[in-house]
């Protein structure tokens, strides 16, 4: 079983607390995920207050090298990405987290995984 929370279980969860229909509970949490998209498309960012901030980033263009063939330079063009920022609340809680509990798989060494290693 995967450890990741899929929109099912959200919606699963929300019926269970609400006893709302559950075709109401899945096109109101896909209403509030189209306009979280939109919003962030049209690059303004998504707060959600104790929660986080979902942010536009616009990541510079660079050089980069391909596994493969390292002797070849590939360019990297610019592009946005959305980072997300913990709120308050969040952060208390993932300070309560065991981290040993957690897989290997999920550590992180770097705050980028998508950049190229540096050239030697």
């Avoid at 498309?41 to 104790?50: D, F, H």
């Avoid at 998508?114 to 050239?119: N, Q, R």
């Amino acid at each position: 079983m995967s450890n990741n929370l899929t929109k099912r279980e959200i919606v699963l969860d929300i019926y269970k607390k609400t006893g709302f229909p559950q075709k109401q509970v899945v096109d109101t949490v896909q209403l509030t995920l189209d306009i979280i998209q939109k919003a962030l498309s049209q690059g303004r960012n998504v707060e959600l207050r104790n929660f986080g901030v979902l942010e536009v980033q616009v990541r510079k263009s660079r050089i980069g090298r391909n596994p493969n063939k390292p002797e070849a330079e590939v360019v990297i063009p610019q592009r946005a990405v959305v980072k997300f920022k913990s709120g308050k609340i969040l952060k208390q809680q993932l300070k309560k987290i065991d981290l040993a509990s957690l897989t290997t798989a999920s550590v992180v060494d770097t705050p980028d995984q998508d950049m190229a290693p540096p050239s030697v």
